[in-house]
């Protein structure tokens, strides 16, 4: 079979290359997965360029998440059929042929297309599973920043659905109006002075417990501004690769508690993940949640798909297919 590969860590057009491999036999627990589309996230090129948060061990096969057809059972997987059209959690799925923990996957109808089943994890669920671990209660309120991003758009849909008040921040005023439109209209833009007031105004002055913070550096300080005493700051991404900037009397005489949230190991016993899994998927089947691939290229030009994933302003992610 084909696979991506890579025997260093660096630029990820400039050290990944096709290789011919045996295909893999699934252990207990697994299923072989036939890979039909896996989509290209930054974690994914942040881990190839040994940046992100492990490094694995050389030579490695890229990819976190597929969607695919199951090929073979391993020992003991009760919950999937061979045949079966399956999306989520994988390893080394820009291959052919993959592997996969069966209690991570679940089957996909046909009314789900292969763009939006390819991305069910990575986003959709990891907006779900934070949702799921925050303690918060239906009423009370939430604040993100990069409101406008693709997770902090999730974040609000789900937040609302499960009654939770979600304010978002941006950076820029004509985002208020862009994020107005998809209706979210809990934004407030940071730009500019008296920005907490427009906050206060917002929630009616009600305490704010949980701040969503991806940008990193003076993003942190702009989300302790807003926050109640005793509310949970979550590091969740860190779109400006700086440290967080936060102060000691934050933590000293107000009770913030600051912890990080990682997709790739959440708090979330793996057969939770399948029921969350399970949610988006229903969600996709009915039509509420749709996401886009821009373009897909075979494996053998991987090259071309990991250096198109870095051009700006795409309208969808760049994936690999089978």
Same mark, same amino acid.
């Given at each position: 079979?084909k ?9 990820p ?16 627990? *697994? ?24 490094k ?22 009760a919950?999937?059929?061979v045949?079966?059209?399956?999306a989520?959690?994988a390893?080394n799925?820009?291959? *052919? ?6 209690r ?8 789900v297309?292969?763009a939006? !089943? ?12 934070l949702?799921?671990t ?11 920043n ?20 979600v304010l ?9 109006e ?5 209706g979210?209209?809990?934004?407030v ?9 427009k ?8 305490p ?6 991806s ?19 979550i ?7 700086r ?10 005489f107000r ?10 190991n959440p708090?979330v016993k ?15 089947a009915?039509g509420?949640?749709?996401m ?12 071309? !798909? ?12 760049i994936a690999?297919h089978?």
């Open positions: 079979m696979r991506a590969v890579y025997t260093q860590f660096g630029q057009d400039a050290v990944l290359s096709m290789q011919e491999s045996v295909r893999p036999e699934p252990g207990p627990g *697994e299923i072989l997965v036939r890979m039909v589309l896996s989509p290209v996230h930054n974690h994914d090129l942040m881990t190839i360029a040994g940046q992100y948060g492990y694995p061990a050389l030579p490695a096969v890229p990819g976190t998440e597929a969607v695919g057809v199951v090929e073979m059972l391993g020992e003991g997987v919950n999937l059929q045949g079966q059209r399956v989520g959690s390893q799925s820009w291959a *052919e042929y993959y592997l996969a923990d069966a991570r996957l679940v089957p996909v109808p046909e009314s297309d292969d939006t !089943a390819c991305q069910l994890v990575s986003m959709p669920l990891s907006a779900k599973m949702l799921d925050l303690g918060v209660e239906a009423g009370q309120w939430i604040a993100l990069a409101a406008n991003g693709a997770v902090g758009k999730l974040v609000a849909q789900y937040g609302a659905a499960l009654g939770i008040n978002g921040l941006v950076r820029r005023p004509e985002a208020v862009e994020m107005a439109a998809l979210f209209d809990t934004v833009a940071t730009e500019g002075e008296a920005w907490q007031e906050v206060r105004a917002i929630t009616g002055g009600a704010i417990v949980r701040g969503i913070e940008l990193g550096g003076k993003g942190a300080a702009q989300l302790l501004s807003i926050l109640s005493d005793g509310a949970e700051l590091s969740f991404g860190a779109m400006t690769a440290p967080l900037e936060i102060s000691a009397a934050d933590l000293l009770g913030i508690t600051v912890k990080g949230f990682w997709g790739a708090p793996p057969e939770r993940i399948g029921q969350l899994l399970g949610e988006l998927v229903a969600d996709a009915s509420k949640l749709k886009a691939i821009e373009a897909s290229y075979p494996i053998d030009a991987i090259a071309q !798909a990991v250096a198109a994933s870095g051009v700006p302003g795409r309208k969808g992610k690999i089978g």
